[in-house]
């Protein structure tokens, strides 16, 4: 079954606010992978996070992994129109378990 | 090579025909993936591969589902007795080793069953 929970499934902002997607897992993960899928694309690796309570930044995109390693966030700042895609988290144990997606819609 | 091919890109077939979709991952990758993946929905792990072996082939939805890979390379991902169920987008990816540190994804095949 699904071992990797992602929120919400889908979320349209206005262009210029921050948007943020959430990800949890029932069991503790080696570490946890970010990717992005433009409409009618295949997934793109972001990032990948491996330590307890880490924090990424790349520009106006953080990344953070949970203290005990079940759950993890991305939050965009001031999304912009190329922001637009969905965003899986993937978590690693034994093998890589996908979240269900965040569906991102920014309206210009 | 650049990255991870997947051929066909397109695979129309009628009900009940067998299927291979082909994956070439990036030269050097001893780690292979396949996922499915519905119209508007993420990712369905099906199976990984650590060099030319599958230690986990529970993802796979039924015994119509098989892959293989060979000299660490080249994966093949067959579907027999193909059902309407079964068209999805059938994406392959490769990386380092199992765990990452990124997993690069083909362009993926795109099969309709008919």
């Known amino acids: 079954g699904q071992q990797v929970m992602q929120i919400p499934q889908y979320q349209h902002v206005q262009e210029g606010e921050d948007f943020t997607t959430y990800c949890n897992s029932s069991?503790?993960?080696?570490?946890i992978q970010w990717y992005k899928q433009r409409p009618g694309g295949h997934p793109v690796f972001l990032i990948q996070?491996?330590?307890?309570?880490e924090v990424k930044k790349q520009k106006r995109l953080t990344f953070q992994f949970g203290e005990a390693k079940k759950n993890s966030s991305l939050h965009i700042t001031a999304t912009q129109t190329t922001d637009v895609g969905t965003y899986f988290c993937?978590?690693?144990?034994?093998?890589?378990?996908f979240g269900t997606g965040t569906s991102l819609t920014v309206i210009p | 090579g650049a990255g991870v091919s997947q051929s066909p890109s397109n695979k129309v077939t009628e009900k009940g025909k067998d299927v291979e979709l082909r994956c070439d991952p990036i030269?050097?990758?001893?780690?292979l993936y396949w996922y499915r993946q519905r119209l508007g929905q993420g990712l369905e792990f099906l199976i990984y591969?650590?060099?030319?072996?599958?230690?986990?082939k529970s993802g796979l939805p039924s015994d119509r589902f098989s892959a293989e890979r060979t000299g660490e390379s080249v994966s093949t991902l067959t579907i027999q007795r193909t059902q309407q169920e079964d068209s999805a987008v059938y994406l392959c990816?490769?990386?380092?080793?199992?765990?990452?540190?990124?997993?690069?994804f083909g362009p993926g095949t795109r099969l309709t069953v008919t």
């Open positions: 993937a978590g690693l144990r034994n093998q890589f378990y």
């Open positions: 990816a490769s990386s380092l080793g199992v765990g990452g540190p990124e997993q690069y």
């Open positions: 030269s050097g990758h001893t780690a």
């Open positions: 996070l491996v330590k307890s309570g």
């Open positions: 591969f650590q060099g030319n072996s599958a230690p986990d």
């Open positions: 069991t503790t993960l080696s570490n």
